[in-house]
């Protein structure tokens, strides 16, 4: 035991040495998270909105006042007509218009939206977010006029401002732990194998499969730090609420962490240089991460073969996990399918990594 311990500790002081090594580990959570917090962002915010009416009356003006008080939309300035409008729009001088039908206060209260669709994820929230301020049945009094666009009364549950930051904690935290554990790790030992030290350590007392342990506990206990860190900058820095139980965050990550630890024991075992492990952790982790996880596209929207492949990707289960548990407040029995898929894919990881080990031993 004692020589198991001086491993660890041989192993964390190679770490704290390493300055680029801590940089990529505490730098990068941080630099991610506050990018994805506030500079990647699908928060909307200043929306160049065109008015078109050809006369304004009391209910026209009362819409305009919330356009003009939301902190969504900028009115650029007033036109008589839709073409004026789609005019600004093809210019570039404005990303939407709301058409004010003739008689507006009269006439029901029809409205057209007209909009920037180049982004269409950015121009339906767009819509939705305009239909939410106009509250139209708020603004007349009468229950039975509505927008003819969109519905009224959307009510958005856990995340009622619509920040992205709820969306992309999760996810961060899925390709962070990901990338870390297993590419860290991967690299860790096939450095020891380029130097040519893994056979001198192979032949000392502590048997191989304590050797892997104990290169792989100080990333363990780093993945934990990083783990905390990225809660606490969520909950302090980026304002997204822990709804559920820390508990229960802290032991599926746990689960997700050794799984990662276990697919980077089997990149070192594959590669023999630290380029190609560095390749291949990029290739088979990152591209999915990003691509095929959820954490920037919806799977539900993707075509079926996409979907099939998503679903050997682990961090797609993780994020799903982290977003029921923290932003939704769910118990472990609502997460309990991605719960037991993670448990069986760490455990075939880490017994394919462990049997491809003993065999490269054996050669």
Known sequence: MKEFISFVIKESKHILRDRRTMLILF????????????????????VRVVVVTSSIDHLTHRAIVRLSASEYFNIT?????????????????????IVFGKDFAANNGRLQFIVDGSDPNMAQQWCSYATQTLALDELSGNKNNYLKTSPINIKMLYNPQMKSAYNFVPAIMGMLLMLI??????????????????????????????????????????ALVILCTILLMSRFVLDVPL?????????????????????????????????????????????????????????????????????????????????????????????????????????????LALVKFNKRLEH
């Not at 730098?27 to 200043?46: C, Q, S």
């Not at 300035?77 to 570039?92: D, F, K, M, W, Y």
């Not at 961090?315 to 898929?341: D, N, Q, T």
Request: proline share 6%.
């Open 27 to 46: 730098g990068m959570p941080i630099v991610l998270m506050l990018l994805f917090g506030f500079a990647i962002t699908t928060d909307v915010r200043n």
């Open 77 to 97: 300035t007033t036109v008589p007509t839709p073409s004026e409008a789609e005019q600004l729009i093809r210019s570039q001088k404005a990303d939407m218009a």
């Open 181 to 222: 554990c297993a590419m860290m790790t991967s690299i860790s030992i096939v450095r020891e194998k380029e130097k040519g030290t893994m056979e001198v350590l192979l032949v000392s007392p502590v048997k191989p499969l304590m050797i892997i342990i104990a290169k792989a506990v100080p990333y363990f206990i780093l």
């Open 243 to 351: 709804q559920g139980s820390v508990f229960w965050i802290v032991i599926v990550s746990l689960i997700y962490i050794l799984l990662a630890l276990s697919l980077g024991l089997l990149i070192s075992n594959v590669a023999e240089t630290q380029l190609v492990a560095l390749l291949l952790s990029a290739m088979v982790l990152l591209m999915p991460i990003v691509m095929l996880s959820g954490m920037l596209f919806p799977i539900e929207s993707m075509p079926k073969f996409l979907q099939w492949i998503s679903a050997i990707v682990p961090p797609r289960y993780y994020i799903a996990a982290m977003r029921k548990l923290m932003i939704m407040g769910v118990g472990i029995s609502e997460v309990m399918h991605e719960v037991v898929i993670l448990s069986i894919m760490t455990a075939v990881l880490l017994t």
